[in-house]
């Protein structure tokens, strides 16, 4: 469905991406995950037709999307960062006037902005202006702007930021149905849970460049970590936790109230980290051992936290 | 690009106190300034402008002149010596003094330079600014006529030296009677028809044209025109602000059509105002629009298309709705000060008149 060769953008000094490559098949959900500022939007940017890189390819259904673009934008559906609607307007009027970008008109349309509308449970407030809409019911219909035109891959580029979690959790029962019916799309999020729920294949990003790709599995299997272990602390003693930073630095990962120690083998490393959270005069609550998860593995791989 | 226009009106028209005060703010400063320069209604005379006459001429031509210019409806004449008018005027009680110099008529009559000078209280620039629209024409009218007859005596004399003095008097006896009969004759619409009737419809609108009145009007309209388009213009940043700018880049329209889409959205909006002004000063301040229907709205058209274009140069120049804002307040404050939007163009010195 999509082939990316060799993508490479530079903003003046700043190398923005380095030799990205991408094949996404036909129906799969791909997860790009990233801290902020790794070059998911820029890379979102690029094979939407919205940058042009400095080098690289891209290609559509093996047609490149520079010498086909008006074809190849027909074929490509984007839900940005940001709600982009107009929001002094109508659902009903922000849809109307999307699909009539892209050349639906008349019946059609109408038909199209019902469907996706009940779809999206907001045919009852389909004649309410966006402002009044919570974060959540803009979010969806952000997304309803982007399926008018029925494309063959759409973009979501963190399509959750900033909602409550039943309207994240309603967001991705549409992303579901939608990767059921055999939509492609890629998925920008650096939130771990997401990509884990929702993606077929996943390719981390840091600082421009795709460093690990694969399916969850298979990022676990090639992983050296194969365990985490969550320490839950009662007083959070900063001197303590300092002291298990520096022992198990680009290994822990210091939340509000608890910890998590990525390891290869966490009944041989327990003892230890019990010993040193009792110098550090951490008093722990809980003590779990974990199969891993994709934050470890972003961790190993980045040395860095995602939400850092 | 017709779908992003008709998207923008439909926005435009979402907020009914905003349109509201778009229409009512220019027609609110119109009615003012009007108040200021012109006075309102059709009805509604000004004040005529005293001025003092001093004939050294003492001719028919000289006589003629201070006739036509007594009948003028915005002066009022009073005969008076040079000495006497001129303590007037240093007084402050007179505005000016018109003298015309011995030789006043010989000198039209062979179409040499015109021995008349206008005297005025330097105070008083504007009321003489005022004062000068109705004098000119007036002036002019009288001493063409009889400047060009003078000129075609002396061509004929220059041309013919082998003429005798009889034949050289016929043939100026038959000019002139040409000239006053253009004057008088029955004839003299039929001529005017066929010959010269542009000119003299220009003269005949302009004495009853309140130009203070269409000074406002022209004046403010386009100024508040200029503000309205850029807050328009900026319209195109809003986009950007609030991301759907780069949905529109994603869909398959080219960018010169966004361009255009929102330059004829903006262009509707600012035939719409102008529509409005010029319909309130017509209906309201009694402003005769229909003098020339067709002019009125092609200079409706260009005018907007014109201020249409400000608007969109300000939003591609601009990176936010603040610098828009800014910018374009500091612009169409300096044109319309310069260029005669703000104020009528004698207000201003030597030096800015020139410059322009």
């Known amino acids: ?308 | 690009m017709f779908t992003i226009a008709i998207k923008d009106i439909k926005q435009y028209f979402k907020d009914k106190t905003a349109v509201f005060l778009s229409l009512l703010l220019p027609i609110a400063l119109i009615t003012i300034f009007a108040l200021m320069y012109g006075g309102i209604g059709k009805s509604e005379k000004s004040r005529p402008v005293n001025l003092l006459f001093t004939d050294q001429d003492k001719t028919d031509l000289s006589q003629e002149v201070f006739s036509t210019l007594d009948a003028e409806e915005g002066l009022k004449l009073e005969s008076k010596t040079y000495q006497e008018a001129e303590t007037l005027i240093k007084k402050g009680k007179r505005t000016a003094v018109l003298v015309l110099y011995k030789g006043f008529q010989d000198s039209v009559e062979a179409g040499k330079k015109i021995p008349m000078e206008l005297f005025y209280d330097e105070a008083k620039e504007i009321e003489m600014g005022l004062l000068q629209q109705a004098l000119w024409s007036n002036l002019f009218g009288i001493t063409m006529k009889k400047g060009i007859k003078g000129k075609v005596n002396t061509w004929i004399k220059d041309k013919n030296p082998d003429l005798s003095d009889s034949e050289l008097e016929d043939i100026q006896a038959q000019v002139a009677e040409q000239f006053d009969g253009f004057n008088n004759s029955e004839e003299q619409s039929e001529i005017e028809e066929n010959s010269e009737l542009p000119m003299t419809a220009l003269v005949g609108e302009k004495k009853n044209r309140n130009l203070g009145l269409v000074q406002a009007i022209a004046g403010i309209a386009i100024m508040m025109l200029l503000f309205s388009v850029s807050a328009s213009g900026a319209s195109l940043l809003k986009e950007k602000e609030d991301g759907t700018f780069r949905r529109l880049l994603i869909a398959p329209i080219s960018p010169s059509g966004i361009l255009y889409g929102k330059m004829l959205s903006t262009l509707f909006m600012a035939v719409l105002q102008l529509t409005v002004m010029f319909l309130y000063s017509w209906l309201a301040l009694g402003l005769d629009i229909f003098i020339n229907l067709p002019a009125l709205i092609l200079m409706i058209l260009c005018a907007a298309i014109a201020c249409s274009s400000f608007g969109i140069f300000m939003a591609s120049v601009c990176k936010s709705r603040k610098q828009v804002e800014s910018l374009s307040t500091l612009i169409i404050l300096v044109i319309s000060a310069i260029g005669g939007s703000m104020m009528p163009l004698f207000f201003m010195p030597a030096i800015m008149k020139n410059w322009r």
Not at chain 1, 30 to 45: D, E, H, Q, R, V
Not at chain 1, 50 to 70: H, R, T, V, W
């Open chain 1, 1 to 308: 469905m999509l082939v990316a060769k060799n993508l490479s953008k530079s903003y003046k000094e700043i190398k923005a991406l380095t030799n990205i490559n991408l094949t996404i098949q036909k129906g799969e959900l791909y997860g790009m995950l990233g801290p902020n500022g790794a070059g998911k939007t820029t890379t979102i940017s690029i094979l939407s037709s919205l940058l042009k890189p400095d080098e690289g390819e891209i290609f559509y259904e093996e047609k490149s999307l520079y010498q086909n673009l008006a074809e190849c934008k027909k074929l490509i559906g984007v839900v940005p960062q940001e709600i982009a609607l107009y929001e002094d307007l109508t659902a009903s009027e922000n849809l109307n006037f999307w699909g009539t970008m892209y050349g639906i008109k008349g019946k059609q349309l109408q038909n199209k902005c019902d469907e996706l509308l009940e779809f999206l449970g907001l045919s009852d407030r389909k004649n309410h202006k966006v402002k009044t809409y919570s974060g959540g019911m803009k979010r969806r219909i952000n997304i309803a702007a982007a399926l008018l035109h029925d494309p063959k891959i759409v973009f979501m580029d963190e399509p959750t930021v900033g909602i409550d979690p039943q309207s994240r959790n309603l967001i991705f029962e549409v992303i579901e149905e939608l990767h059921s019916r055999g939509l492609t799309m890629i998925y920008t999020t650096h939130y771990m849970e997401e990509a884990e729920r929702l993606c077929d294949r996943i390719g981390i990003i840091d600082e421009g460049r795709i460093i690990a790709e694969g399916s969850l599995d298979e990022l676990k299997t090639n992983s050296s970590i194969k365990e985490e272990i969550h320490l839950k602390y009662s007083n959070p003693n900063k001197n303590g936790l300092n002291q298990l930073i520096d022992r198990y630095k680009g290994q822990l990962l210091v939340n509000k109230d608890h910890i998590i120690l990525s390891s290869s083998q966490a009944n041989a490393e327990l003892p230890e980290l019990i010993h040193l959270c009792s110098q550090s005069e951490l008093l722990l609550d809980k003590i779990d051992i974990r199969s891993l998860s994709l934050e470890s593995i972003f961790l190993e791989l980045t040395g860095k936290s995602l939400r850092d």
